[in-house]
């Protein structure tokens, strides 16, 4: 690959006139790893995103960056050989980054990234008490896009979409761990997203529903409110000629 024996050539040239903390010879390092996590060559991508940072640790700098989003990529990296533990550790000190020095426009996909993985790790672990966290962090970066979009353009279909769906996802982790209060403000705004985004005689619209309806029943809340969507629900299923099982 003449790709990978050029930034090889140039690291070992960089390594022999330049000092260890010199910042150009992290360029080719990171290029290289670059190279190598594209090409699905993970094993190979690792030595060199490690590479980067212990350069950058020369200088005790861990706050740079340039070893922030090494970290980033080795997370990735073991993530995708399935190494979830050590994937874990560089993932949520990138998040922890992220969050403290307020970087989540300028990286936004990187950290949406991050927080997709994490909440994918934490929910196949069932550690309901570890995504909860990590799903607030992206309803509140969609809902900072889209308050962002709102003054300027419409925001996108598909964002609210996702919005909605994270929305729903943090909801249902506060109800599966007894949190029904918590939840049901959550259910309210699904339901208030999905009436406008797929209309009143929708079955997603219905879904909505019942998933409100679920959670204001188990808290007991106002008799009148809980047969108004039962009622509500109903309709949209006889509309949409779908089988009643609610009675």
Request: glycine fraction near 2%; charged fraction near 30%.
């Amino acid at each position: 690959n003449s790709a990978e024996n050029l930034f090889l050539e140039t690291i070992e040239i960089y390594h022999k006139i330049l000092n260890q903390d010199d910042i150009r010879i992290l360029d080719p390092k990171f290029e290289l790893a670059e190279l190598y996590f594209n090409n699905k060559e993970y094993d190979k991508a690792i030595p060199f995103y490690n590479s980067v940072r212990i350069n950058v640790n020369i200088k005790n700098n861990q706050d740079s960056i340039i070893y922030q989003l090494a970290g980033y990529k080795l997370g990735i990296t073991y993530n995708q050989l399935k190494d979830y533990d050590k994937a874990e550790v560089y993932l949520i000190t990138f998040r922890n980054y992220i969050k403290t020095n307020d970087l989540s426009t300028k990286y936004y996909i990187e950290y949406k990234d991050v927080l997709g993985k994490l909440s994918a790790l934490y929910h196949k672990r069932n550690d309901f008490a570890k995504a909860i966290p990590i799903v607030t962090d992206l309803v509140e970066l969609y809902e900072m896009f889209i308050q962002d979009w709102e003054l300027y353009y419409q925001p996108s279909e598909k964002k609210i979409k996702h919005y909605a769906f994270y929305l729903n996802f943090l909801a249902l982790d506060y109800k599966l761990i007894g949190e029904n209060k918590k939840a049901e403000p959550l259910y309210e705004k699904v339901k208030d997203i999905t009436l406008k985004e797929y209309g009143s005689n929708s079955m997603e619209y219905a879904d909505a529903l019942y998933d409100l309806y679920s959670v204001k029943s188990s808290l007991r809340k106002d008799e009148k409110d809980i047969k108004t969507l039962l009622e509500e629900i109903k309709r949209i299923y006889e509309v949409n000629n779908v089988d009643n099982e609610l009675d």
